[in-house]
């Protein structure tokens, strides 16, 4: 594929809010993750890692109807990194009808749902009057939402793949970009802390009841978190770090378990090298989807060693920032810019005896002692979707 | 742009519509049966996954199927799009009842089946298709942009591709905010090549303001399928079955129209 600018990019999650929050966080080795305290959710014994600052962050009155967890979270990040101020600038050189809108959320607002049904046997079965279904639940509410404070017109989806969501749409504003219907796309994924993942994840005994620790030998589940990253991608102009390659894939297997030697991981890879035209050998760090459950690391890390060998140095940065579903493809997009921009390959945190069957190089510590040209991407998703991504900055 | 051709079609109408009753409701001819309920069981999962397959996912494969084995055996594992303005109100509802309990137990069958992509994940273990699937959502304008993803990804690759457009009833109290008082479902498998399976011609604007009033649907299917977002689609399925050229607009973003233009060519 011909590469697709990165103009601008911004992430907040529990590492912080902004992307030079994130890279200090990870520098400094300050985990996003706390012991569940998720509203009343205490009961759960698990770890997440929450963006407190959506407590009282403040949300346009003109907007108020859309005020929910998830889009709060996604104004909140919309305003670090002057990202709002660039994207006003960059569409001063675009047709707003022009410009697509492709966001990824797996649960969008339904954290609104839950605590509307609370109010329902008071209210004779009644939704109560504040409850907003279309501008919070829904899962286009977030796309709707962000297309229209930044007064986009051009086609605008989400793209709901569960945990590879906020990957998967970059090949949505790569295809549309190629075929000629839009100039420039805003892209990005948010998802937020909600019952239904928390009590789902954990009914699936996937829960992890520490820190997770992704391709430790003892891992025994994720730990939530919640996110927003969103970037600006064309082809006009010329910028520093962009997108070279992207693979999609389907498992064909199990809706909740990935293949066991993972073939649709491969897919995706292999698919993202040669979108890339790259070889294995020139990919010099691969951030891993790395969940920390059992099956999910051991065929991530199959597929990694089955294509690269042992030696490509990778990392999960799922035990800084949580396992953040549907926004983990968008954020880690973020950390893949980081790692090029300060030559930095964050270490696996909670690796503390690498699992004996992953024949992986997976980072022990940080590593900043090379120059990072090229990073592979991975988002992996229930229902077997698998986007991977190459993202890459020459130097 | 390119434009793409329609191969086949096929929608879900209610229970027990054979395909020339389908065809037969979509040029007008007949009433469609009236129905709040999916009745579909589908024949590509193995028992266990059918009996917990969810509404949505019925809906989703009883247009799938339908195109599946008209397909040539070697061209069944395709890309596909599928699109749903609200995915499965019915998990939604009993998920977020079961959170009122004390316990707060989920069932994890329902949890997986949640996703917004339940549908394309079971789809893909039943067709066996390693092909890239997009699952999107897109309110009122996600026919538009399931044919413009649909489109997009039968192009990119040059090929065909799969599109599946769905939609279910709320339960109460969630009809209360998404009133949508009939389930509809329509499938395409689009080619960007032609060939003698080619039905029509598909060339797709997005850049008209204004919206042409077409009425290629008979008045009582509009009226009846109003309230359901992917009834949006309904023109172009009735001009398929009618085998008429049209011009059709759907709305496709805010402000933003999508215009159709269809060619019969068999």
Redesign the interface.
């Known amino acids: 594929m011909q590469a697709l600018n990165i103009h601008c990019i911004t992430a907040s999650s529990a590492l912080g809010l902004g992307l030079s929050s994130q890279f200090a966080a990870l520098r400094d080795k300050r985990s996003g993750l706390r012991q569940n305290h998720f509203l009343d959710t205490g009961d759960l014994n698990t770890w997440i890692a929450a963006v407190n600052e959506i407590e009282h962050c403040d949300f346009p009155d003109s907007h108020r109807d859309w005020r929910c967890r998830n889009n709060t979270l996604a104004w909140l990040a919309l305003q670090q990194d002057n990202f709002f101020e660039q994207v006003n600038a960059l569409l001063a050189r675009f047709d707003r009808?022009r410009v697509g809108v492709f966001l990824g959320t797996?649960t969008s607002g339904?954290l609104s749902?839950?605590i509307a049904?609370?109010e329902?046997q008071d209210n004779e079965?009644?939704?109560p009057s504040w409850?907003?279904?279309?501008q919070t639940?829904?899962?286009?509410s977030l796309?709707?939402f962000v297309?229209?404070i930044f007064n986009l017109?051009?086609?605008?989806?989400?793209?709901?793949?569960?945990c590879s969501s906020s990957a998967?749409v970059v090949?949505?504003a790569?295809?549309?970009i190629?075929?000629?219907?839009i100039d420039a796309a805003l892209i990005g994924g948010v998802d937020s802390l909600c019952?239904?993942t928390l009590?789902?994840?954990?009914?699936?005994q996937l829960l992890s009841s520490q820190p997770c620790r992704p391709c430790d030998a003892e891992r025994d589940g994720i730990s939530i978190g919640e996110a927003a990253a969103f970037a600006f991608l064309s082809r006009s102009g010329d910028t520093d770090t962009k997108i070279y390659g992207l693979g999609?894939?389907?498992?064909?297997?199990?809706?909740?378990s990935p293949h066991p030697e993972g073939?649709?991981a491969a897919?995706a890879m292999r698919a993202a090298l040669t979108s890339a035209g790259l070889n294995a050998g020139d990919i010099d760090y691969i951030n891993l989807h790395g969940t920390g459950t059992r099956a999910n690391d051991a065929a991530e890390c199959a597929a990694v060693s089955d294509i690269f060998g042992g030696d490509t140095p990778c990392s999960s940065t799922k035990a800084w920032t949580g396992h953040t579903l549907g926004a983990a493809g968008a954020l880690e997009l973020a950390i893949a810019t980081l790692a090029l921009r300060h030559n930095f390959l964050p270490a696996n945190l909670g690796l503390g005896q690498l699992d004996p069957e992953l024949r992986c190089n997976v980072l022990r510590d940080h590593q900043c002692d090379r120059s990072v040209r090229r990073v592979l991407s991975n988002s992996f998703?229930?229902?077997?979707?698998n986007c991977s991504l190459i993202v890459g900055c020459d130097k | 742009m390119s434009p793409v051709y329609i191969d086949d079609f096929s929608a879900y109408l209610g229970a027990d519509c054979d395909r020339d009753s389908t065809l037969a409701i979509l040029r007008g001819e007949q009433p469609a049966p009236e129905t709040d309920k999916v009745d579909f069981k589908p024949s590509l999962l193995p028992p266990n996954e059918r009996r917990r397959a969810s509404e949505s996912v019925r809906l989703a494969f009883s247009v799938c199927e339908a195109l599946y084995f008209a397909l040539p055996e070697d061209a069944r594992d395709l890309p596909s799009v599928f699109a749903s303005s609200g995915g499965d109100y019915r998990i939604f509802d009993t998920v977020c009842r079961s959170l009122l309990e004390q316990q707060r137990q989920i069932s994890p069958t329902l949890f997986h089946n949640s996703v917004h992509n339940a549908a394309a994940g079971y789809w893909s273990i039943a067709s066996a298709a390693r092909s890239a699937s997009s699952s999107i959502a897109a309110g009122d304008f996600t026919v538009a942009m399931g044919l413009l993803e649909a489109m997009a990804q039968c192009l990119s690759a040059p090929g065909r591709c799969l599109l599946a457009c769905y939609d279910i009833c709320p339960p109460a109290p969630l009809n209360q905010v998404r009133p949508i008082s009939r389930p509809f479902a329509f499938g395409l498998i689009l080619n960007a090549q032609r060939s003698a399976a080619s039905r029509a011609r598909l060339t797709l604007r997005f850049d008209k303001s204004s919206e042409s009033e077409s009425t290629i649907a008979a008045e009582f299917l509009r009226s009846a399928f109003a309230s359901n977002p992917i009834a949006r689609g309904l023109d172009l399925l009735s001009a398929l079955a009618l085998r008429t050229s049209a011009t059709l607009t759907v709305p496709a973003s805010a402000g933003q129209n999508l215009e159709l233009s269809l060619e019969c060519l068999s």
């Open positions: 009808r797996s339904i749902t839950e049904y609370r329902l079965g009644h939704l409850y907003h279904y279309e639940h829904n899962n286009f796309t709707a297309a229209d017109q051009g086609p605008a989806f989400t793209v709901s793949t569960a998967k090949a949505c790569q295809r549309f190629d075929l000629g219907l019952l239904t009590y789902g994840f954990h009914s699936l999609e894939s389907s498992d064909a297997y199990h809706m909740s073939r649709g897919d998703g229930f229902g077997g979707s």
